[in-house]
């Protein structure tokens, strides 16, 4: 119980430094007394990237470390659906977001989405990675 308490504190930590810049944010966005453009920011689904990759890499480094075997097709099969449901699609939409005139309320709204899904990710792919790295 105490290993599965200290894992949830180790990524509960990673995930409030992701956050940090969308703290900046709100801050400034307070001060410039405009506080509905916190909505409107790339910072949401460059959490998302942030986080879909540190899924994979305590994904992946847990299972490098880890004295037991594992099928080898699953952890592919893991790592594929991560990168293609979460981190390629989020990549997109930053482009699009990045290169795109005008508000797209939609594309925020998938951000956000994708923000969701990114660390619920992190929560189950990160706490496996994690506690395969502090199994001894």
């Known amino acids: 119980m105490k290993l599965e308490r200290n894992i949830f504190?180790?990524?509960?930590?990673?995930?409030?430094?992701?956050?940090?810049?969308?703290?900046?944010?709100?801050?400034?966005r307070s001060y410039q007394k405009?506080?509905?453009?916190?909505?409107?920011n790339t910072e949401?689904?460059?959490?998302?990237?942030?986080?879909?990759?540190?899924?994979?890499?305590?994904?992946?480094?847990?299972?490098?470390?880890?004295?037991?075997?594992?099928?080898?097709?699953?952890?592919?099969?893991?790592?594929?659906?991560?990168?293609?449901?979460?981190?390629?699609?989020?990549?997109?939409i930053l482009i699009i977001n990045l290169l795109a005139t005008e508000l797209n309320f939609t594309l925020y709204l998938f951000q956000l989405i994708l923000l969701g899904i990114s660390i619920i990710t992190f929560f189950i792919i990160g706490y496996l990675g994690q506690k395969l790295m502090d199994e001894k």
């Not at 504190?9 to 400034?28: D, K, M, Q």
């Open 44 to 92: 949401w689904i460059m959490m998302a990237i942030i986080l879909f990759g540190q899924s994979i890499v305590k994904f992946s480094s847990g299972i490098s470390n880890s004295k037991r075997k594992f099928r080898w097709q699953l952890v592919a099969l893991i790592i594929t659906v991560i990168i293609s449901f979460g981190l390629i699609p989020s990549i997109v």
């Open 9 to 28: 504190y180790v990524l509960i930590s990673e995930i409030i430094f992701t956050i940090l810049p969308l703290v900046v944010i709100a801050i400034i």
């Open 34 to 40: 405009q506080p509905e453009q916190i909505f409107y």
